[in-house]
């Protein structure tokens, strides 16, 4: 079913196209000419980090970032509950086992509940920026140095919010703040730890051209193309994030006052606007019907077939995700076609 009012939507109208057109007229349809390092460039610069790696995707970034800290079988990881699965999925790829945090109010990892889920075995946090909300990184900065942890940002909804943590993982997913189609890039101030993910992206070839490689590395390399499609995002990035700024705005304004909509706290950079709501299921169903797409909350990770805990603890994130949604945020989003969507969620509630 194709919607009128998608989820999401790629704004490619910057330099996308030149760019990916001078890949394919140079020949630079692998890894290979100048397009990859322009984009990690731009990306590190625009953070104001030392070193960026692109990779294939954020799953990628993600399991770089990992086993560059040196993660394996054996070591725990502190993943939230609240988070899209490829969080703990990373962690699971290295061998490690993912421990999962309950989320606070504003969706993110509950800092308080840290310190209980630490062990001997514990070796890093995995804070996710959930939906453009900033972590409370000075204290997970604390924890983590107090207990002597690393730290890997799961960054993929939250381009725009500067990194602190050892490593800073991004998604470049069609549906992301920007876009490669496919994509992702880890960003770190740590010269051995950027040498360390490029040598576990590019199958740990040695440069003497042996064929002996040392360790069980990847092929998580991102294409030229992709990079020239990230690269002319990057570029726009401020542009598209105060875009996004006036689409928040603009959601709020249209659904404030109505008693059966909860509005979320305030985002540090937009990526979907989430809110809860009484009668989810026939909301969407109607919103549908009306061409908006909508989708729902995370389902937490240990209700996840693949981590389900047999405990069944009690769960903040289990109300949120069962009330939960996000509504079509793009940039090509009109005020005109906000304004219809927040009118008809406002006819639905009206006409109950
Ligand atoms: C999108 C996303 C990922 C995975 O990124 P991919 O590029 O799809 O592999 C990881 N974590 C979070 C929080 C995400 O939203």
Same mark, same amino acid.
């Given at each position: 079913m194709s919607f009128k009012y998608p989820v999401s939507r790629p704004g490619l109208d910057g330099r996308e196209l030149e760019y990916v057109t001078e890949t394919i007229k140079e020949g630079w349809i692998s890894s290979q000419g100048p397009f990859v390092q322009r984009f990690e460039r731009a990306f590190a610069d625009y953070n104001r980090i030392a070193h960026g790696v692109a990779c294939s995707s954020g799953t990628a970034a993600l399991t770089l970032a990992l086993r560059a800290l040196g993660i394996g079988p054996g070591d725990e990881v502190i993943v939230p509950e609240f988070t899209m699965v490829a969080s703990a999925w990373a962690v699971t790829y290295t061998g490690a086992t993912p421990v999962f945090v309950d989320c606070a109010d504003d969706l993110n990892i509950d800092v308080? *509940?840290?310190? +209980?889920?630490?062990?001997?075995?514990?070796?890093?946090?995995?804070p996710v920026h959930v939906y453009g909300r900033r972590c409370d990184m000075d204290t997970i900065m604390d924890i983590a140095f107090q207990y002597n942890l690393r730290v890997v940002e799961d960054s993929a909804e939250a381009h725009g919010i500067r990194?602190? &943590? /050892?490593?800073?993982?991004?998604?470049?997913?069609?549906?992301?703040?920007?876009?490669? $189609?496919? $994509? &992702?890039?880890?960003?770190?101030?740590?010269?051995?730890?950027? $040498? @360390?993910?490029?040598?576990?992206? &590019?199958?740990?070839?040695?440069? =003497?051209?042996?064929?002996?490689h040392k360790k069980l590395a990847y092929n998580f390399r991102m294409t030229a193309m992709q990079a020239a499609v990230a690269l002319a995002q990057v570029e726009r990035l401020d542009e598209?994030?105060?875009? *996004?700024? +006036?689409?928040?705005?603009?959601?709020? @304004? #249209?659904?404030?006052?109505?008693? +059966?909509?909860?509005?979320?706290?305030?985002? =540090?950079?937009?990526?979907?606007? /989430?809110?809860?709501?009484?009668?989810?299921?026939?909301?969407?169903?109607?919103?549908? #019907?009306? #061409?908006? +797409?909508?989708?729902?909350?995370?389902?937490?990770?240990?209700?996840?077939p693949g981590y389900l805990d047999p405990r069944w603890p009690s769960l903040n994130a289990s109300r949120f995700s069962e009330d #939960?949604?996000?509504?079509?945020?793009?940039?090509?989003?009109?005020?005109? /076609? @906000?304004?219809?969507?927040? &009118?008809r969620i406002r006819a639905f509630y009206d006409a109950l």
């Open positions: 308080r *509940r840290i310190e +209980e889920k630490i062990t001997p075995r514990t070796k890093a946090i995995m990194p602190v &943590g /050892d490593i800073a993982c991004y998604s470049l997913f069609a549906n992301k703040i920007i876009t490669a $189609g496919e $994509g &992702g890039i880890c960003l770190t101030d740590d010269a051995r730890l950027a $040498g @360390q993910l490029a040598h576990l992206r &590019g199958m740990a070839f040695t440069t =003497d051209h042996s064929f002996v598209l994030l105060a875009t *996004r700024r +006036e689409i928040e705005h603009r959601y709020d @304004q #249209g659904l404030k006052n109505i008693p +059966e909509v909860t509005l979320m706290p305030s985002r =540090d950079v937009l990526w979907m606007y /989430d809110l809860r709501v009484q009668r989810r299921a026939e909301l969407c169903a109607f919103l549908a #019907g009306e #061409g908006i +797409e909508t989708r729902l909350f995370f389902k937490p990770m240990s209700r996840q #939960g949604l996000y509504l079509p945020t793009y940039t090509a989003l009109t005020a005109a /076609d @906000q304004d219809f969507v927040t &009118g």
